[in-house]
């Protein structure tokens, strides 16, 4: 099987991960496999945020924890938050944006890094605070949260992936 075959098989949602940071390098890698996502018109219309900044990322965690009512991190402690937003204009900015993190994610994976896709970002990018911190990130105004990704060094070895669904596909000739 080929690498890029295996990869897609192998990446499993990642929810613990070790303290240490991810390495700057490794982070862009994943960045820049998310910019060649396809998107729409190839309108390249997604913004990716990396946030590293620890005050920042307990801002985030909470505003996602209260939005899904709990107050343990939905982050998982993750190191790294990985924001995708796109124009709240744009016809396609959900596909577009999950592309950016799919490929993502599969990036992450092939360089040995976990991740997880972390939801509620499109409640989250309508709170105050968190607008104010996509201001200071120095985003255009008029977007809207499509996902974000738990990133970091995994600690403990996911559960094996269940089996594919009866009839998932199908080919008609
Ligand atoms: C749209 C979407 C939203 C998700 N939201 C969350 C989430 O908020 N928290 C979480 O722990 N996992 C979340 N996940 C991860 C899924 O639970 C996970 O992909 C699924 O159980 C399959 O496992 P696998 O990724 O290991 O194949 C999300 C995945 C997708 C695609």
Redesign the pocket.
Known sequence: MNEVLQAIKE???I?RFKAEQVKDEELNTVLEAGTWAPTGHGSQDPWIVAVQNPEQRATLSKANAEI?GTTSD?F?GAPTQVYVFASRDNDNNVKDG?LVLGTM?LAAHSIGLGS?????VDKMSERDDVKALMKAWGLPDGLVGV?SL?LGYPSAA??P??PRKEGYSRVIK
């Open positions: 990446r499993r949602s929810r899904m939905p998982y999950s994610m997880c896709w972390i939801n509620r996902g738990a996911p559960h992936g269940k």
